[in-house]
């Protein structure tokens, strides 16, 4: 039977009271307790991962969840844990096990795969510090306490510290000389019942107890395929499973949202805002840059016109026709012109038609002094003319 019975996964964290008034031959039986206790269990990577913390006014952490994965290797590291002598700053242990070691970082496996996350404290005296509120925010996090107490310990602070229900988390034994009878105790508690404890049951990766049978299931991200035995990922890009704005990037049972060309993610990581790219830098336009909702065309000053290479910018045949409304003369001077009319003609003050011009009705000084001689031979002619009738 013993050998049939594993105890059920678990994320578990020892701290052990090394203050002054744990002599060193008890600090020994201690280690042993642990030793035994390490042996009652499930050890592996997969299976129960195991710390140990050892506390007085200080606290160390010996070594954390992600140390040892192998009985034999934490066994030895148990071995050479030295006591601190000095206080006994319980409340400041469990503290430190939420800051430092209950942590994906140092070896705590994520809250999706359901490993019950237990402390077993073990004390001889009383907290020198405040225990209560600590020990009410570790088992809010979802920490199990099991506190055991040997000799002086002072039960009132066991049972402040302990999870509910108290009867089946607080122990209590008299001497240091028989901490050892508790291993059986915790090995009843921890003793797993369901078929899935005692193996994967061929399960890929969660093995669900189902009364006498079991079943097969994935973690989040994964579906369980038609042999009800391994998993695939989820292919979570697939519409309706997320929330990009543009682009979704499968990433092995989930995802991350990215972006178009021209388009940059939001602090949300899911939806996107078109770059300005006509900023300096990011265009190649010689002249004009127009922005265009995530992309850019060029253009071209006044004068000017865009090359086939779309980029660049020619001077502008200004007279070539049709180019500009010039009505009769275009006159150029690149990358500009003027406009100008052919004779008897006048430009018009808008400057682009021409009007016929108006000519003067005054005569000029040649045709005058002509008119002039016509007139003074005249004037001779009527002269002889009369002095010839007098006669």
């Not at 059920?8 to 642990?34: A, C, G, M, N, Y």
């Not at 009800?228 to 990433?251: L, W, Y």
């Not at 006044?302 to 200004?318: F, M, Q, W």
């Amino acid at each position: 039977a013993d050998a049939a019975c594993k105890n059920r996964p678990l994320d578990l964290v020892f701290i052990v009271d090394s203050s002054r008034s744990v002599r060193p031959e008890e600090f020994e039986k201690v280690k042993i307790f642990l030793s035994e206790m390490i042996d009652t269990l499930d050890v592996g990577e997969r299976t129960t991962r195991v710390a140990v913390m050892n506390y007085a006014s200080t606290v160390k952490v010996e070594f954390p969840l992600q140390t040892y994965f192998n009985k034999a290797s934490m066994k030895e590291a148990v071995s050479r844990i030295e006591p601190l002598s000095a206080g006994t700053m319980t409340g400041l242990a469990i503290q430190t096990a939420m800051d430092e070691v209950f942590t994906e970082e140092m070896g705590t496996r994520p809250a999706t795969f359901n490993i019950p996350k237990v402390v077993i404290v073990v004390t001889d005296g009383r907290p020198q510090d405040q225990v209560q509120d600590v020990a009410a925010s570790a088992r809010t996090a979802g920490i199990e306490i099991y506190a055991v107490g040997v000799d002086r310990a002072d039960m009132q602070s066991l049972r402040i510290m302990a999870s509910e229900p108290l009867d089946e988390h607080v122990f209590y034994v008299e001497t240091y000389g028989v901490i050892e009878k508790l291993t059986s105790r915790f090995r009843e508690t921890f003793c797993a019942v369901n078929v899935c404890a005692l193996g994967s049951q061929g399960c890929q990766q969660v093995c669900v107890s189902n009364g006498a049978s079991y079943l097969c299931d994935c973690y989040e991200g994964y579906t369980l395929n038609p042999d009800k035995r391994t998993c695939s990922a989820v292919d979570m890009c697939a519409p309706g499973r997320h929330e990009c704005d543009q682009i979704c990037v499968s990433n092995n049972g989930s995802y991350v949202c990215d972006c178009y060309e021209g388009y940059t993610l939001n602090p949300d990581k899911k939806t996107c805002s078109a770059m300005d790219m006509c900023t300096p830098g990011r265009h190649d336009c010689a002249q004009v840059c127009l922005n265009n909702d995530g992309s850019y065309s060029c253009g071209c000053y006044e004068g000017y016109t865009l090359n086939p290479d779309k980029k660049t910018c020619s001077a502008a045949r200004a007279c070539a026709p049709g180019r500009p409304a010039c009505e009769q003369v275009c006159v150029r001077d690149d990358p500009f012109y003027t406009r100008d009319c052919h004779q008897g003609y006048t430009l018009n003050p808008h400057r682009k038609t021409c009007s016929k011009a108006i000519t003067s009705s005054l005569v000029t000084t040649e045709e005058f002094c002509k008119c002039e001689a016509i007139v003074a031979l005249q004037d001779s002619v009527t002269s002889r003319l009369e002095a010839l009738s007098t006669k």
